[in-house]
Structures are given as structure tokens and as C-alpha cells.
């Protein structure tokens, strides 16, 4: 009985402290080993979240508005502002032809090695760098740019057929693809994209086409593509207050036109 009572002797409580670093080592390693393990699952996981955002998120067919801010407010008293500069940044790649690009229509398609050309000049007499963008006094037609998003391999899948044109698309887009069909015999092969007035006054159109002709998609690396542009004209007509907001969508069958939605609101402070 008293033998179970018996404190430990020396050696005993040398190999039982030996014990205990051997057992404290080991968590430590363990520890150690599993906050590695830990590390690389979390770096791991990062790098896949980043893929899948890369390609799920930042590469969704659609397109990008310029200038990119969502309030254009500007005095249109003053010769400049940030937004005509923006636009004078953009155009830039335009104002030069590449060597390998060529005139393509319907028939006419790029060929390995080529693209097809975009001219400066398709995006009107007011949206262009020499009228300041129409954001200056005596032009109050302030223009937003649109170019679709530099996707790989993604084409649109056009609408063929009157019918399969969706219900939520805007009359007045309806209305101008429709009258396409009797003018050449067939809906174009367009990713189509509309502008709409949800508030404010005024008018917005679009130069020179109603959307992005397919012969532009799918975005080819191996030349030197440029993106197709839409100008989107904000006409005011002597409205009272110079202020509207636009809603921009893209239309093809292989988009959710509700997940391309964009809206910018347009103001110009005058004083006189
Ligand atoms: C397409 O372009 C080619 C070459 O520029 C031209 O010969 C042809 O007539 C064009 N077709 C249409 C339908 O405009
Ligand atoms: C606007 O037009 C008027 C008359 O044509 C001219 O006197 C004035 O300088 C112009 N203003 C700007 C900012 O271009
Ligand atoms: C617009 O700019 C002019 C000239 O700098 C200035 O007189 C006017 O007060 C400005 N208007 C507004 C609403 O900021």
C-alpha cells in the first residue's frame, strides 16, 4: 500500500522530465507541422479563390463605359476636365491603323493573323477629340465611349429570329432590329447593346452601330485587335437641368443582360 505513496526516486523523475520533453518536443513539431500544413492550405485556397475570380468574375462578357466613373459631373464653362482627358487617353490606340487590320463586314471576316479595323471617325461628328468630347459650352452633348470587355474566346451567340428577342429588351432597340430584318433580310449578327434614360432629361444614342458587330469576337491576342466602340450621345434638347441617368445593357443569347447592367449619371453645372 505505502509503495503506491512512494514519491519517485531520482532517476525516475529524470526519465519522467526526459519523458515530458520528448512528449513536449513532439506537440512542438506537431504544432509547427501543422501550422505548415495550415500556411499552405490557406495559400493554396487564396490562389484558387484569385483563379476563380479571375475567371468567373474579372472575364464576364460585357463591356466597359469611358469615362469609368459612375457620376460625371462636370462645368462645361471650363475648356477641360479629368473626363476629356480620359477619352483623349483612350482614343489614342485608334489613331493609327494597324498594318494587319482589314475592312470586315458580314462576309468579310478577319483570317489568322488579322483583325478588323475600327476608324476614329465611325464615332461621329460630336463624339470625337477635336469637339472635346461635346463636354464643353457650346457643345452640351456630352459622350460616354463603350467598348466590350477583352474576354478570350467568347463570342456572342446573336439573336436569329424576331421571336427570340426577350421580353425585357427595350421597345426602342426592338423596334430598330426589327426594321434591320426588312432592310437586309435577316437580324445582323450583333451583341447588342442598349442605352436608356431611367432619370432625368434627355436622349442618349449610340454611333455608329446599336451594338458590337460579331465579326469583332472573339478578342484575338495575336494581332493587334482593337476593340470595337460605341459613342453614346447625351443630347439635352435645352432641357431645364442638365442632368440624366443612363442605364447600359448588353443583349445576346449566351448573356444574362441583367448581369451586364450599368448606369451612369451625367451633370453639367453651368452658370450661365
Ligand atoms: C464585305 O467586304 C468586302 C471586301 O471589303 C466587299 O467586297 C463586300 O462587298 C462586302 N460585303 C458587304 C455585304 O458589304
Ligand atoms: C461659344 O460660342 C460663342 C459664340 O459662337 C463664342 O463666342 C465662345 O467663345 C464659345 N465658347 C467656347 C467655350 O468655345
Ligand atoms: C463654372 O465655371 C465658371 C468659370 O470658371 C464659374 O464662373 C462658375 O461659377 C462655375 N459654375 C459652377 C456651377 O460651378
Redesign the pocket.
Known amino acids: 500500500m505505502e509503495a503506491r505513496h512512494k514519491p519517485l526516486s531520482q532517476s525516475e523523475n529524470e526519465l519522467a522530465t526526459t519523458n515530458n520533453n520528448n512528449n513536449n518536443n513532439k506537440r512542438k513539431k506537431l504544432c509547427i507541422g501543422v501550422c505548415i500544413a495550415v500556411c499552405i492550405a490557406a495559400v493554396v485556397l487564396a490562389m484558387i479563390c484569385i483563379i476563380v475570380k479571375y475567371v468567373f468574375l474579372t472575364t464576364k462578357p460585357g463591356f466597359i463605359l469611358h469615362p469609368s466613373d459612375s457620376l460625371i459631373s462636370y462645368?462645361?464653362?471650363?475648356k477641360d476636365n479629368v473626363y476629356i482627358t480620359e477619352l483623349n487617353k483612350f482614343i489614342k490606340a485608334y489613331e493609327t491603323l494597324p498594318s494587319d487590320s482589314i475592312l470586315c463586314n458580314d462576309t468579310t471576316k478577319p483570317g489568322p493573323g488579322e483583325s478588323c479595323q475600327y476608324r476614329e471617325e465611325w464615332l461621329g461628328g460630336v463624339c470625337k477629340k477635336d469637339n472635346s468630347w461635346g463636354y464643353t459650352i457650346n457643345n452640351t452633348h456630352p459622350c460616354i465611349l463603350v467598348t466590350p470587355n477583352m474576354v478570350p474566346y467568347w463570342v456572342p451567340d446573336t439573336y436569329k429570329t424576331e421571336e427570340e428577342l426577350p421580353e425585357e429588351m427595350p421597345q426602342y432597340l426592338k423596334n430598330n432590329i426589327i426594321d434591320s430584318i426588312y432592310d437586309v433580310g435577316h437580324i445582323s449578327k450583333f451583341a447588342w447593346v442598349s442605352c436608356e434614360v431611367l432619370s432625368g432629361e434627355g436622349y442618349c444614342s449610340l454611333t455608329p452601330w446599336f451594338g458590337f458587330p460579331d465579326y469583332f469576337f472573339p478578342y484575338n491576342t495575336n494581332t493587334n485587335y482593337r476593340s470595337p466602340v460605341l459613342s453614346a450621345r447625351v443630347d439635352w434638347r435645352g432641357a431645364q437641368k442638365k442632368y440624366v441617368k443612363l442605364r447600359f445593357q448588353m443583349w445576346a443569347k449566351n448573356l444574362d443582360p441583367k448581369e451586364t447592367i450599368q448606369t451612369i449619371t451625367v451633370e453639367a453645372?453651368?452658370?450661365n
Open positions: 462645368n462645361s464653362s471650363h453645372n453651368q452658370s
